[in-house]
C-alpha cells in the first residue's frame, strides 16, 4: 500500500508541475503578443524578431 501511494503522489506532483508549466508558457506568451505589438506600433524591426522567434521557441 505504501508503493501505491509513493506512486500516486509522485504522478499528483508531475500533473501540478505539467499545470505549472502551461501557466507560465501561456503567461509569457501573452507578455510576448504584447510586446510584438508594442514593436509594431514603434517600428522596431529588430525587438519584433526576436520576440517572434521567442514565441517559435515557446510553442514548440
Known sequence: MDQ???T???MLS???EMVWDEA???HRSEQIYCEIDNALAQGDETAF???TEE???LKK
Do not use: G, T
Open 4 to 6: 501505491m501511494k509513493v
Open 8 to 10: 500516486y503522489e509522485a
Open 14 to 16: 508531475l500533473a501540478a
Open 24 to 26: 507560465l508558457r501561456k
Open 49 to 51: 524578431r526576436l520576440l
Open 55 to 57: 514565441l517559435r521557441m
